[in-house]
Each structure stands twice: as C-alpha cells, then as structure tokens.
C-alpha cells in the first residue's frame, strides 16, 4: 500500500524555520511531481511549492517566495520543504502529495489530480 509521511511541524515562534519531509513507501517519488499543499483554519486547501519528476521545474506560490525551498533526496525516498522566516500567515497543516506536473503552468496539478496524499502536518506560528 502507496503511503506518504509528512514530518517535521511543530510550534515556532515568527522568523523562524522549519524543515518537512514527506518519505513514502511502496513507490519511487522519483518518478512523480511533488506537490506541497497546505490548509489553514477556515480557507481551502492550496498548492504552495512543488518540484517536476525531472527536477527541471520547481514552484512556489507568491507568498512563500524568497522563503521556503524544495529538494530532494533520492536516496531517503524524501522530499523536503525548507521553511525559512515563518510568519503567522503560515501557521496551516501542511500535506505533500504525488502525481502530475502541469507543464504549461509550471506547478504541480491541482488538489484534485494528484495521485497520492500524506495525511499532513501542523505547523503552528506563535509567539
């Protein structure tokens, strides 16, 4: 059974930085598009950042520019999401998913088209 794992949320305080990891099991994410997707109290579900099965394309949403980073690493079956600068506006769960990559918008499909999802991870901005 396809499983993704999100780790590594906690409760920071603003200005500072958490490191995610989504690890799966019983398939390659090598072969699959990346998507990291959050959900904050009261909003809908959106697609932040994610990398193209290639490596060649990576995207981040406006609002994470400059501050989180995606990467991977082949030999863990893991893919990170560096978050740098935590502010409030980022307090969410935050869930990773596999699937396909949307060339023509240079971003991973939407919520609804990706294959595979971790069950999420809270991140919590405080101080």
């Known amino acids: 059974q396809v499983q993704l794992v999100e780790s590594g949320g906690g409760l920071v305080q603003p200005g500072g930085s958490l490191r995610l990891s989504c690890t799966a099991s019983?398939?390659?994410?090598?072969?699959?598009?990346i998507g990291w997707f959050r959900q904050s109290p009261c909003a809908d579900r959106e697609g932040i950042s994610g990398v193209s099965s290639s490596d060649e394309e990576t995207y981040y949403v406006d609002s994470v520019k400059g501050r989180f980073t995606i990467s991977r690493d082949s030999a863990k079956n893991t893919v990170s999401l560096q978050m740098n600068n935590l502010q409030f506006e980022d307090t969410a769960v935050y869930y990773c998913?596999?699937?396909?990559?949307?060339?023509?918008?240079?971003?991973?499909?939407?919520?609804?088209?990706?294959?595979?999802w971790g069950k999420g991870t809270l991140v919590n901005i405080s101080s």
């Open positions: 019983q398939i390659t994410l090598d072969y699959y598009a």
């Open positions: 998913a596999s699937g396909p990559w949307c060339y023509k918008y240079g971003r991973p499909a939407g919520e609804h088209e990706m294959d595979y």
